[in-house]
């Protein structure tokens, strides 16, 4: 590409970027972020497409004979063996594998910007909890789908989430032994648990997330648009298309992601040391390692609260009140009807920012202490130390996160009404003829008529009132 065409492209990406974000008036950047995720979604059915017929989802033992001399000579399954050979022995295999992967982090990442935006816009009630909803179910649907993805490898960290997967699924009260066979075919890890994943992960789940994304996509609110006579109209390329191709393309090339050379295959009761999986499941694993291991016996049957509470019941409970949060909305914002006579009381929207916050902060914590035991090496803190810092931090946190943004929303809505009214404060003292001194303020640029509403204009002094 030459240097002209170069210019051409960096001076023109802003107004495509602002072109592509003038797409939805409603939600600029919340549309901008669904239609990322869709668009990572079809870069990783490409490449997976260009993926399946080099890997082959056997768990049956081979003898490594490859470019990779490290590993040559040892035993391997046909799984790992077609990973490897497609990462060394196939021109443009381990590009193609790593844009892969990074497709779906960033697919999951879109899904999470997506409901952030949405959620602290409010943009959730009325006709926008359908799409509310779709887009809630697609991001757990999305991580299962990107998860099921890193057990195919059956490297060292295909086996610690099977040992999780396990784990999780066992400490199901009454069917939990019997469920862990069914999914295994036998006892785990078993023969059968990748050939079963690998047709979960290319066509059950993705079947499901394709239909999800195009719903979400299709029932976005839209403003009601004039009618006006038709007439032929170009087909124009989204520029976030490109983008977010040359971004992923750009990724793979230059960010190593899931080298599993280095980690080695997979062997039945362990894990590679420093071992953490993808970021979407961060929190997964730091609510197993902070929990303490807590088992009970009922009737004579042991249930680990363990690993049944942070693996299952704060899951459910965190994408349930996800879900369900529209619903009462207006109680936590404190927003009520008319009673009678009394006009009805606005909401709070400091609460709802405080709400997201506080999740945040829950969710961000979990995700940190999945990495104790790297906190604790490279902070030379003893292991058990920095787990009950994280169980202090992961109880307090959200409270904490809640009063602290609630007053800071406050203090700036207070702020900005106080601007509203006297304008804005410039610094400058002036001296009047009286002797005496004056701020000048300035009008608030982004006034609002809220303080028409609330109290009587009010005209910002200048350098020529004496007052």
């Not at 600029?28 to 669904?34: D, N, S, V």
């Not at 400490?171 to 990748?194: D, K, N, Y």
């Not at 499941?281 to 004579?300: K, N, T, V």
């Amino acid at each position: 590409m030459t240097r002209p065409a170069v210019k051409r492209l960096a001076a023109g990406t802003p107004q495509r970027l602002r072109t592509a974000l003038r797409r939805d008036p409603d939600d600029r950047w919340a549309a901008a972020f669904g239609r990322i995720a869709g668009y990572s979604f079809i870069v990783a059915l490409v490449t997976g497409v260009l993926l399946l017929p080099y890997f082959h989802a056997s768990m049956a033992p081979v003898v490594y004979r490859g470019s990779y001399r490290e590993l040559d000579g040892i035993s391997v399954s046909r799984a790992f063996q077609s990973v490897l050979a497609v990462s060394f022995d196939i021109r443009g295999g381990l590009l193609v594998r790593q844009v892969h992967h990074w497709s779906a982090d960033i697919f999951v990442a879109a899904i999470c910007l997506r409901l952030l935006r949405t959620f602290f816009r409010g943009r959730f009630t009325g006709r926008a909890l359908r799409n509310w909803l779709i887009w809630v179910t697609l991001l757990p649907l999305g991580m299962l789908t990107a998860y099921t993805g890193t057990i195919l490898p059956d490297d060292e960290l295909s086996g610690g989430s099977l040992s999780v997967i396990t784990g999780v699924l066992q400490s199901i009260p009454l069917i939990g032994t019997h469920l862990v066979f069914w999914v295994f075919g036998g006892a785990p890890p078993g023969h059968e648990i990748i050939g079963r994943a690998y047709w979960v992960h290319i066509i059950v789940l993705p079947a499901l997330a394709g239909v999800l994304l195009l719903a979400g996509l299709r029932t976005s609110p839209r403003r009601p648009r004039r009618v006006r006579p038709r007439r032929p109209r170009r087909l124009r390329l989204d520029p976030l298309l490109p983008f977010t191709g040359g971004a992923l393309v750009l990724l793979g090339t230059l960010a190593q992601i899931n080298p599993v050379w280095l980690i080695g295959p997979s062997q039945a009761g362990s894990i590679s040391s420093g071992a953490a999986p993808d970021w979407y499941m961060g929190f997964l694993d730091g609510a197993l390692r902070i929990m303490p291991p807590w088992e009970i016996s009922i009737a004579g049957h042991p249930l680990s609260l363990g690993v049944l509470i942070p693996g299952l019941i704060v899951l459910a409970v965190f994408f349930t009140a996800l879900a369900l949060y529209p619903l009462i909305d207006r109680r936590i914002i404190g927003q009520r009807p008319p009673r009678g006579l009394l006009p009805p009381e606005p909401g709070d929207p400091a609460n709802r920012t405080a709400a997201g916050v506080a999740g945040i902060s829950f969710y961000g914590l979990l995700w940190a202490a999945a990495a104790n035991d790297q906190i604790a090496f490279h902070l030379h803190i003893a292991l058990y130390t920095v787990t009950w810092i994280f169980r202090v931090l992961v109880l307090a946190g959200p409270a904490l996160a809640f009063v602290l943004t609630r007053v800071f929303a406050h203090a700036l809505a207070d702020r900005r009404r106080d601007e509203e009214l006297h304008g804005r404060e410039t610094g400058r003292i002036v001296m009047n003829p009286q002797g005496g001194y004056s701020e000048i303020r300035e009008p608030a640029r982004r006034a609002e008529p809220l303080a028409a509403a609330t109290a009587p204009a009010v005209t910002a002094p200048n350098a020529d009132d004496p007052s």
